[in-house]
């Protein structure tokens, strides 16, 4: 089961979303990630 972007990556401040950018270039589920994020 895979966890939602946001119980994955919670958005709480702007660092964090450069955090999720970054994690999305070296994860390969990281375009999932921008997806929902988007």
Do not use: W
Request: proline share 8%; hydrophobic share 45%; no cysteine.
């Amino acid at each position: 089961m895979q966890k939602t972007a946001q119980e994955a990556y919670p958005l709480r401040q702007p660092s964090d979303i450069a955090e999720v950018l970054m994690h999305a270039l070296t994860d390969p589920t990281g375009s999932i990630v921008l997806r929902v994020a988007a």
